[in-house]
Every structure is written in structure tokens, then in C-alpha cells.
């Protein structure tokens, strides 16, 4: 098979983009085969990467938002392929591709299938598999309660107003937090868990984080009552909220807390009491951009 060819795996929501279409068009003229295939249903993304890989497949283009990059990185890791991936953003928050440094415009994001892929890690739990990041609590709580009109509208800023409105809601949770060298208890607002740096539509939750030093970024947002009294204006103003974080990097960590904790995993919920993230060094190939600020050494290129 040839090594410009590539399957690109489109979200149905997108099978109409006209930029997209555009883009895939100039690519071909560029020499590249490119297919294109649909997901219409769940499943979909694994069941069109497990026949692209069958036929040989070596890149694949993920067309989407957070979700879908995610359940085609997972479907890629679990067959443990060289294949590798090249990131179509196309979602309302597209958090990971950003904090990546991966271009928006569906044309410059192809332009990466030119670029030669780098080794990734990804983040596990219970199983399952998560490209950019785990959150917690208030997080969590806010993008699984964002609308899709509101998402629409404004964009990534729905998460922060939707956030706003239901401040109403929020209540702190106790949890104890363990890895390597590391120790935590107490109540907790908000937990991101990172692979990438931001989530919710640009909130920058684990902002060193690094998507190839084999280690996840533990980012915990504690819960005295002047966090609680603050966190609204914090919010609202977009500063000052950083310094309030307790910070870790570390292989794996573990987690209990008193009661369910929802936890959403780049989109795809998830709760428990007791749960254990690690994170899976190297495990899936990525065309990033080669001064991504996700990867931490920069190809030295012969001059």
C-alpha cells in the first residue's frame, strides 16, 4: 500500500462540512489517497479503525471533536498498531488539539499526515483509555451539563457560563489521593488528571503537562470554605485561581472518595469510589506539530 494514503474518519455531524471536503479535495491533489468514511452510531470509530488497520492502513485521520478523538486513539492503542494519527479538529472545545498546537483549519490540520509522527502516551482507568484529560467534580459536572445550542453559540465559552449559572450546585467532595512519593486528602472541588494541559473548552487545568514523559499531571483544586467563596469571581475574571491548585506528576495515582465521584474522560463519563489512573508510556504514533508544547524534546532536523 502505498505511504501517502490515509483513512479519514469523519463524525457524521461534519459529513457535510464544506471545509472539510475542500481540504480533503487539495490533499488529493497533493498525491495523497485519501478515503473517507462516517460514523453514524457508538461503535462506529472502532469498528472503521479495526477495518482500516485490516487493510493496511498507516495513518489515520480522526475528524471531530474531543469524543471522537478519543474513541479512535483508544481503538488504535488497543490494537497495538504503527499506525498513526493525525488529529482533524472539529469540535466545540477541541481542547487537546489546541494545547497540541495542531491548526483548527480543517487543511492545515492534513498538512500533518507530512509530518513525521511522534510516540504519545496515553492515559488509562478502569480500562478505558483518554487521549487528553480525566475531570473531576465541578469540571466534569459543567461539561456534561453544557448544552449543544449553547455550545453553538458561544462556542467554548458555554462551558464557563454554564458553569457560572449553576454555581448554585456546587459542593465540595472528600477524597484521598495517592501515587508514588505522593500523598492527599482532604475536600476537593475540582481534579483534572492530564495527558494535555486544558479541558472544559480552554480551562487550563494541568498546565506543564507533557503527552510523551510517560507520567500524568495531577492538578487538585482543595475546598476551604475562601475557595468556595471566591471561586465564582475567580472564575468570572479568568485570573487568579492558579496558584489555589496542588500539583503532581506522577506514573500512576489512586483515588478513594466518600461518595461517587464523576469523573468525564474527554467526554466519556465515568463514575466510581475507588479508581486508579496510569499512565501508558508511548503507546500511540500522533502527527503533532514539530514545535508541539505537548512533546518534550523537539526533533533535531539535519540543517
Not at 488509562?124 to 487528553?132: H, K, P, T, Y
Request: with cysteine; charged share 20%.
Amino acid at each position: 500500500m502505498s505511504e501517502r494514503k490515509a483513512l479519514v474518519i469523519l463524525h457524521g455531524k461534519q459529513s457535510l462540512n464544506e471545509e472539510v471536503r475542500a481540504a480533503v479535495e487539495s490533499k488529493r491533489k497533493q498525491g495523497w489517497e485519501l478515503a473517507v468514511r462516517v460514523t453514524w452510531e457508538a461503535g462506529d470509530a472502532q469498528r472503521l479503525v479495526n477495518e482500516a488497520l485490516a487493510a493496511g492502513y498507516r495513518q489515520i485521520v480522526a475528524g471531530g471533536g474531543d469524543g471522537t478523538l478519543r474513541d479512535i486513539a483508544e481503538a488504535m492503542a488497543a490494537q497495538s498498531t504503527r499506525a498513526s494519527l493525525v488529529l482533524m479538529p472539529l469540535g466545540t472545545a477541541n481542547d487537546f488539539a489546541r494545547a497540541a498546537g495542531v491548526p483548527l483549519e480543517p487543511a492545515l490540520a492534513l498538512d500533518l499526515l507530512d509530518v513525521t509522527p511522534r510516540a504519545i502516551d496515553l492515559g488509562e482507568v478502569d480500562g478505558q483509555v483518554f487521549l487528553n484529560m480525566a475531570t473531576g467534580g465541578f469540571g466534569s459536572q459543567v461539561t456534561a451539563n453544557t448544552s449543544e445550542d449553547l455550545k453553538k453559540i458561544l462556542g467554548g465559552a458555554a462551558y464557563l457560563f454554564t458553569g457560572l449559572s449553576r454555581f448554585s450546585e456546587l459542593h465540595a467532595a472528600y477524597g484521598e489521593l495517592h501515587g508514588p512519593g505522593f500523598q492527599w486528602s482532604g475536600d476537593l472541588l475540582a481534579l483534572g488528571i492530564g495527558n494535555g494541559r486544558q479541558a472544559g473548552g480552554g480551562h487550563v487545568l494541568c498546565p506543564q503537562a507533557l503527552a510523551d514523559d510517560g507520567l500524568l499531571d495531577v492538578s487538585i483544586l482543595p475546598a476551604p470554605q475562601e475557595v468556595v467563596g471566591t471561586l465564582k469571581n475567580l472564575l468570572a475574571d479568568g485570573f487568579g485561581i492558579d496558584n489555589m491548585f496542588v500539583r503532581a506528576r506522577l506514573p500512576w495515582v489512586e483515588i478513594k472518595v466518600a461518595e461517587g465521584l464523576c469523573i468525564n474522560l474527554d467526554g466519556e463519563p465515568l463514575e466510581g469510589n475507588n479508581l486508579r489512573f496510569s499512565a501508558r508510556p508511548a503507546a500511540l504514533l500522533v502527527h503533532l506539530p514539530e514545535h508541539s508544547p505537548l512533546l518534550s524534546v523537539t526533533v533535531n532536523r539535519p540543517g
